[in-house]
């Protein structure tokens, strides 16, 4: 008898000790990223957002729901500091020598260079290699129109209360990157360094102003004209993202910067460039993202 109940004791708590197990994956599987943190960057947990706006420009047609699945985004753009890890490792040089830029980094010196600024005047080619280089990628526009406005489509990371330089790094009258005292020549307002305004709705920084944002996407002239490619679950824009699109010759920018008044902060607002960023050259950032099981 002694035996027997030794042996139902044992097994009960061997199958508690299962199910205890079975439960705390389930429970941590079903948590945002499964529950992992990664340094530098923040969860954007999985479900529908608000993409796109009826009532703004063209190419932000039509607003629908989009299903994005979690992810990891930096919480910060990639600052100098940053880039130069890569440069020092021999990397982020790439499109150098293939032709594909012809420039890397701000044209304009020290007021673009400080460690903690956003590293600006990027080609797509090396946002990507960097981003890479980093275990990551690029965001998908989706993905990162998503961690900018929240589930419900607000216009800002803070919601929709208008844009001002208490909130955001950008221009106000005449007053660019909310610094009213001109720079060296030529008179162009430096970017402020990364986090120096609150974070958004999912905790990240600058997802409105400071330097415009690089995203995965090929650049459609609406959603409308994309289709499905830019329908349903974790949209990846025209050709599904592939890397050779036919007939699109543009990337998506995001987020706004310190050279644009308020209304180019909105988390909707699209911008499209050469990924080459040359011959027309403009002083875009970037920052990563990540895979869940990656």
């Known amino acids: 008898m002694k035996s027997k109940i030794r042996n139902f004791l044992f097994w009960s708590a061997m199958i508690s ?47 629908e729901k989009v299903y994005v699945s979690d992810f990891y985004m930096d919480i910060y753009e990639v600052t100098n500091e940053e880039f130069d890890k890569c440069k020092n490792a021999g990397k982020c040089q790439e ?15 020290k007021p673009y260079l400080g460690p903690k600024q956003p590293v600006t005047g990027i080609s797509w080619y090396t946002a990507k290699e960097f981003c890479e280089w980093a275990g990551k990628r690029l ?15 607000n216009l800002y990371p803070w919601g929709n209360e208008p844009a001002t330089c208490e909130r955001a790094i950008i221009e106000v009258g005449d007053i660019k990157g909310c610094v009213s005292k001109k720079t060296e020549k030529p008179h162009l307002m430096p970017t402020a360094n990364v986090g120096t305004r609150a974070p958004g ?19 459609s002239t609406s959603f409308k004209t994309c289709g499905d490619f830019c ?12 890397e050779v699109c036919p007939g699109y010759k543009k990337k998506v920018l995001k987020s706004g910067s310190w050279w644009w008044p308020a209304r180019y902060a909105r988390g909707s607002k699209r911008r499209s460039h050469i990924p080459e960023n040359f011959p027309e050259y403009h002083h875009f950032g970037f920052r990563c993202a990540k895979d869940v099981n990656k």
Request: hydrophobic share 25%; aromatic share 12%; charged share 30%.
């Open 17 to 63: 000790i299962a199910y205890c197990g079975w439960m705390c994956k389930l429970s941590a599987d079903s948590s945002p990223c499964g529950g992992k943190e990664i340094s530098g960057m923040k969860c954007i947990p999985a479900g529908e957002f608000i993409r796109g706006s009826n009532v703004y420009d063209a190419d932000e047609k039509p607003e």
């Open 95 to 109: 499109c150098l020598k293939t032709g594909k830029c012809n420039y890397i980094g701000p044209r304009y010196g």
């Open 139 to 153: 965001p998908t526009e989706a993905e990162w129109e998503k961690a900018a406005r929240g589930p419900d489509g």
């Open 201 to 219: 709705v999912y905790g990240l920084y600058d997802m409105a102003g400071n330097s415009w944002e690089w995203t995965a996407d090929w650049y």
């Open 231 to 242: 329908r349903g679950k974790d949209p990846k824009g025209p050709c599904d993202g592939k």
